[in-house]
């Protein structure tokens, strides 16, 4: 009785088209990631803004500090039992604010790249890298559309 099997043929020929499938699914994989990574850290700054938003009210200004630690001082446990500190990527969120008066505020996520970019009040981006900005309540540069 003689065995049955594959060919080391066949074989390289399944391998070959597990790896085709494998590259053509491996960027979009990353691509949803990034955008799950994004859309948290909106959501996030949603939540962050409008604890931020609530303290202003009861105080006639926003919280003068300028950092998501010091602020958490602030907004714990009374406007929010715990406040976001980190954005989808893991990086911590910014918060700056006029330190004398406390009238306008700005938090932001440095996106995917974690660096710095120009924030321009009406931008909507589609690259990850670009930064997510809220200011007084409202976004100023957001994602938006397909992302590169």
Same mark, same amino acid.
């Given at each position: 009785?003689?065995?049955?099997?594959? *060919?080391? @043929?066949? %074989?390289?020929? &399944?391998?070959? !088209?597990?790896?085709?499938?494998?590259? !053509?699914?491996?960027?979009?994989? =990353? /691509?949803?990631?990034?955008?799950?990574?994004?859309? /948290?850290?909106?959501?996030?700054? /949603? *939540? +962050?803004?409008?604890?931020?938003?609530?303290?202003? +009210?009861?105080? #006639? =200004?926003?919280?003068?500090?300028?950092? &998501?630690?010091?602020?958490?001082?602030?907004?714990?446990?009374?406007? %929010?039992?715990?406040?976001?500190?980190?954005? $989808?990527?893991?990086?911590?969120? %910014?918060?700056? *604010?006029? +330190?004398?008066?406390? #009238?306008?505020? #700005?938090?932001?996520?440095?996106?995917?790249? $974690?660096?710095?970019?120009?924030? @321009?009040? $009406?931008? /909507? #981006? *589609?690259?990850?890298?670009?930064?997510? @900005?809220?200011?007084? $309540?409202?976004?100023?540069?957001?994602?938006?559309?397909?992302?590169?």
């Amino acid at each position: 009785m003689r065995q049955r099997g594959f *060919t080391l @043929v066949e %074989l390289l020929i &399944v391998v070959a !088209i597990i790896g085709m499938l494998a590259a !053509i699914a491996v960027p979009y994989l =990353f /691509r949803a990631l990034n955008r799950a990574r994004q859309k /948290r850290s909106m959501a996030d700054m /949603r *939540t +962050l803004a409008g604890a931020v938003e609530q303290y202003g +009210l009861d105080m #006639t =200004f926003y919280p003068k500090v300028s950092d &998501v630690e010091s602020l958490a001082l602030n907004l714990e446990p009374t406007y %929010l039992r715990k406040i976001p500190r980190n954005d $989808g990527w893991n990086r911590p969120f %910014l918060y700056q *604010t006029d +330190l004398n008066s406390g #009238t306008d505020y #700005t938090l932001a996520s440095l996106g995917m790249d $974690g660096v710095r970019g120009s924030w @321009v009040i $009406g931008r /909507r #981006t *589609t690259n990850y890298n670009d930064d997510i @900005v809220i200011s007084d $309540g409202q976004f100023v540069q957001w994602p938006e559309g397909m992302q590169k």
